[in-house]
């Protein structure tokens, strides 16, 4: 193999390098003979490995690879339709057409940096994105991933403000009745808001005081399966909440959800929510989430002093991490917590026999110490 100079009509000279790989003859010319060089040993060597990957290969356009991808995935019917909505609106708009195997760093940089969304949404398209070119590189259409070390906008976690009680009742009574009963099952159990639409009558266990988080409602009002296998849990229920279930099942009963429309139907989720933030704004908490309801049962629980597993369980948070992450400003912050345990876990042994500290006067327990004149 050899580097060979070649002198074109319009009297350019190019370098042109040549490697068989398998059966097929694989050339490119540069302008420079120190770039045919680069690319010959490159290409030598990824031969040697095994990891040579033609250049056709990367044809394919992010679209039609992006369409594959989907459809080898097996997602809930909700993280399915997120990968879609993200895909169709914003990534394929700009990359769709691109040939994956010319989509370089500067091109994804470029895409993150002219999504004008918030951060967390930017995050998700930016990870959608790097999902579809890793499969990309797994299904050996392109030697490696343009996206590295890409910048992405901060993340700015949303503070945990849990309401006041009276804030609690005030947007709670301003929502429909046959809703309330929603508002309470999850300032009072933790439930997410797809969890307490897709609450059944029967997973609620008067007897036990107990409330079994099974299912969600998913789209098309079906019930689905919940976001993680954590999710899946038992919660003790205090009767200040069966109370207010018996009566909400009193003037609208049902063998079936325990939250349905007017026409005993399930609640589509928009829906509800276009309900709570009228709500809401009505009494003075606009941009107060339905979701707060559910932080503010957490910070009630981390305030009671439960043990930070114990609230995990309880909101069905996939580890502690996430727990005390969301609640670690809300436990106790107190410097002299503890002060005085040690000396009392070491009391008992403090009292030595008179025999043993002539053996050791040098023992804490054989000095004295003076007092302070």
């Known amino acids: 193999m050899s580097i060979q100079r070649v002198i074109r009509k319009d009297g350019t000279v190019r370098y042109v390098a040549r490697v068989y790989v398998g059966d097929v003859h694989r050339g490119r010319a540069f302008p420079t003979r120190k770039a045919a060089k680069v690319w010959e040993g490159q290409t030598i060597d990824a031969r040697a490995r095994g990891t040579y990957i033609a250049p056709e290969s990367g044809r394919t356009t992010l679209r039609e690879h992006s369409e594959q991808w989907l459809s080898s995935l097996h997602l809930r019917p909700a993280t399915m339709a997120l990968y879609r909505s993200h895909l169709t609106a914003r990534i394929l708009p700009v990359l769709g057409d691109m040939h994956i195997g010319r989509i370089k760093r500067p091109h994804v940089q470029r895409f993150v940096a002219g999504l004008k969304l918030a951060p967390a949404t930017t995050r998700t398209c930016y990870a959608i994105l790097a999902m579809v070119l890793k499969d990309a590189v797994e299904s050996e259409l392109i030697p490696s991933t343009p996206c590295r070390n890409i ?29 309330q009963i929603a508002g309470w099952v999850s300032v009072c159990a933790g439930l997410r808001l797809s969890e307490v639409l897709g609450l059944e009558v029967a997973k609620i266990d008067f007897l036990r005081r107990v409330i079994r988080v099974e299912w969600q409602l998913g789209r098309g009002g079906q019930l689905a399966e919940l976001k993680t296998p954590s999710s899946r849990r038992a919660i003790p229920a205090d009767d200040f909440l ?61 305030r009671a002093g439960l043990n930070v597993l114990v609230v995990r369980d309880r909101l069905g948070h996939k580890d502690a991490a996430l727990t005390l992450s969301t609640y670690a400003g809300l436990w106790p912050e107190d410097d002299e917590t ?18 043993r500290d002539q053996e050791h006067p040098g023992t804490l327990a054989a000095q004295s110490v003076p007092k302070r004149q």
Do not use: N
């Open 151 to 179: 910048s992405l906008p901060p993340k700015k976690p949303r503070p945990v403000r849990p309401l006041s009680p009276a804030e609690v009742e005030r947007v709670i009574s301003e929502m429909p009745a046959r809703y």
């Open 242 to 302: 069966l109370l207010k279930i018996s009566e909400h099942l009193r003037r609208w009963p049902s063998d079936g959800l325990l939250v349905t429309s007017k026409v005993r139907k399930p609640v589509q989720r928009s829906v509800f929510e276009a309900c709570w933030r009228k709500a809401a704004q009505r009494v003075g908490l606009e941009g107060v989430l339905f979701h707060d309801l559910r932080k503010t049962y957490g910070s009630i629980l981390v």
């Open 338 to 355: 503890g002060r005085g345990v040690l000396g009392a876990a070491f009391a008992e042994t403090s009292a030595r026999d008179p025999a």
